[in-house]
């Protein structure tokens, strides 16, 4: 059973999320190590993902696309940025043309994955997410925890519920 | 379904945009002020400790941002907040969560399955059957 927590830092802008795998730390890295194993879990079952390039070392590149149902390709790549093995991978992940080629035009997010040692050989996963836009999109998870926003937003979240 | 925070590219510009928008807190006050009630420039102004202009300018950028709309009412501009649009910036950030939720699940089920080798993938048969499908990791290509 997989425990799944959330947690949104307004200071840091991230959203970090932190998961246990049942299989010991090296057998967790190996599904961003290995690009064929990446390609069973990168991609949703409908996008499946094809690894073009795997450069896990810093300053190198992973790029990717992804398949869509009617044939349509969707291209990514990640920009290395830190990789201390089995424990530690920082990238910039972005879009892109399905050859990989980065689309400077769109917004890029920072990943910094760190797997740790959990009780009876399994495998905590934190993952931490920083939007683009910096704060913008802690804030805007954050709205509603804001001081002074609360009343407001409480007229506010019937509307969205709508 | 596939969710657009990662392959709409459009959507991704357009998510920016939103973000950048909601990234400032006085921004996000006039927004909440706005969305429950429409307000001329002049009283927001009244309401902040900053500049008519100030104020002007926020309202620009929200309102490029498709989270407020101005209608000139006489002398006054009345601002309202676009509710339509905020559940998009809301729905846009559900989506990255759901994105990792669902990368998480096949993680998992690729992690219950024999380490992989050189031999041709042989699948089993469910342990338990009945008590849970597991998600398929590979679509069968016609």
């Not at chain 1, 073009?52 to 398949?67: E, R």
């Not at chain 2, 002049?42 to 490029?64: G, N, Q, Y």
Request: hydrophobic fraction near 40%.
């Amino acid at each position: 059973m997989t425990v799944t927590t959330v947690e949104k830092d307004l200071e840091a802008c991230t959203m970090t999320i932190t998961t246990v795998f049942d299989a010991p730390v090296e057998r967790v890295w190996q599904i961003w190590s290995d690009p064929r194993q990446l390609e069973r879990w990168w991609g949703p079952p409908t996008y499946p993902a094809t690894v073009v390039d795997h450069d896990l070392t810093p300053g190198g590149t992973v790029s990717y696309f992804m398949t869509g149902p009617e044939g349509d390709k969707h291209g990514g790549w990640w920009s290395v940025i830190a990789v201390a093995a089995p424990h530690r991978l920082e990238f910039d992940d972005g879009f892109g043309d399905t050859a990989g080629h980065a689309n400077p035009d769109l917004p890029v997010m920072r990943i910094r994955v760190e797997l740790s040692d959990a009780p009876d050989g399994t495998t905590q996963m934190r993952l931490e997410t920083t939007f683009p836009s910096a704060q913008a999109m802690e804030q805007v998870l954050a709205m509603g925890m804001d001081e002074g926003m609360t009343a407001a937003l409480g007229q506010i979240d019937p509307l969205l519920a709508a | 379904m596939y969710n657009s925070m990662v392959i709409g590219l459009a959507e991704a510009e357009n998510a920016d945009h939103l973000f950048h928008a909601l990234a400032d807190s006085t921004r996000r006050e006039i927004l909440a002020l706005v969305l429950t009630g429409e307000h001329s420039v002049s009283d927001l102004a009244r309401r902040f400790p900053i500049s008519f202009a100030a104020v002007h300018k926020h309202v620009t950028v929200l309102e490029r941002a498709g989270l407020v709309s101005k209608q000139r009412q006489g002398r006054e501009q009345r601002v309202s907040g676009e509710v339509d649009r905020l559940r998009e910036a809301r729905r846009l950030l559900d989506d990255l969560e759901t994105v990792w939720r669902e990368r998480i699940e096949r993680i998992s089920a690729l992690l219950a399955d024999p380490p992989p080798t050189d031999a041709p993938p042989t699948h089993r048969p469910p342990a338990e059957p009945g008590t849970h499908r597991p998600a398929p990791l590979e679509e069968p290509h016609p």
